[in-house]
């Protein structure tokens, strides 16, 4: 079965520092991978997407993600933090085959320090 | 357009009562998700339509929990009777197409009293 594993369950990054998150997942095959952002009280947000291609997929508000099929990981990395960023995030993958079944992570909450 | 919209926001309710909780997808999209987020089990995916056909419910907790989908531009899930550990945030997702982005709505937030 399909599992998705974030070791952070809580990040705490000084504003203006580097973040890093991290993903790894157990898969039959290659799946499609997203990073979603949850903002308190709000729905969930895609940062971005792996479908195929480069490994180094670019997102919104200035956040990459790079896939190494060889580590089954697809860590989340942002040069510099700001305090909006604030947040929970989660990864997830889904199949290559009809049928979107994501499977979201635990998720990892980041807090901002000023 | 206004995104998935999802109603109510908040609902409380007593044990044992119904709720039903409702989804409007993004216009044109023609899949549609529940899911429920908790904090001891994070965000599952309750079940998923396409084209308004129930296309897996295997994540739906136990009969208690029932979900459809008229028609293209609305949906449903009813929890009868309710129960406290049914407490959650309940969201909706629509989706252009299978394996493309899904746009979640705000959330519902139940609490069973």
């Known amino acids: 079965a399909q599992s998705v594993t974030q070791p952070d369950i809580h990040i705490t990054v000084s504003e203006g520092a580097s973040l890093e998150l991290r993903c790894n997942y157990s898969?039959?095959?290659?799946?499609?991978l997203f990073w979603y952002v949850q903002s308190p009280g709000q729905g969930l947000q895609l940062l971005l997407k792996y479908f195929s291609g480069d490994t180094l997929v670019q997102g919104i508000k200035g956040f990459e993600a790079e896939f190494k099929r060889s580590q089954s990981s697809f860590n989340l990395r942002k040069p510099s933090v700001h305090w909006s960023d604030a947040a929970e995030y989660f990864c997830?993958?889904?199949?290559?085959?009809?049928?979107?079944?994501?499977?979201f992570g635990g998720g990892t909450r980041v807090l901002v320090k000023p | 357009d206004a995104g998935v919209i999802q109603s109510p926001r908040h609902e409380v309710t007593e044990m044992g009562q119904e709720v039903t909780l409702r989804c409007k997808p993004i216009?044109?999209?023609?899949?549609l998700f529940w899911y429920r987020q908790t904090m001891m089990r994070g965000l599952e995916l309750l079940i998923y339509?396409?084209?308004?056909?129930?296309?897996?419910d295997s994540g739906m907790p136990e009969d208690r929990f029932s979900a459809k989908m008229p028609n293209a531009s609305f949906s449903t899930l009813k929890i009868q009777p309710s129960e406290p550990r049914d407490s959650a945030v309940y969201f909706c997702?629509?989706?252009?197409?299978?394996?493309?982005?899904?746009?979640f709505g705000q959330g519902t937030r139940l609490t069973v009293v």
């Open positions: 898969y039959g095959a290659t799946p499609y």
């Open positions: 339509f396409n084209n308004n056909v129930p296309i897996d």
């Open positions: 997830a993958v889904g199949p290559r085959a009809a049928g979107n079944k994501l499977t």
């Open positions: 997702a629509s989706e252009l197409e299978m394996n493309t982005e899904a746009f």
């Open positions: 216009s044109g999209h023609n899949s």
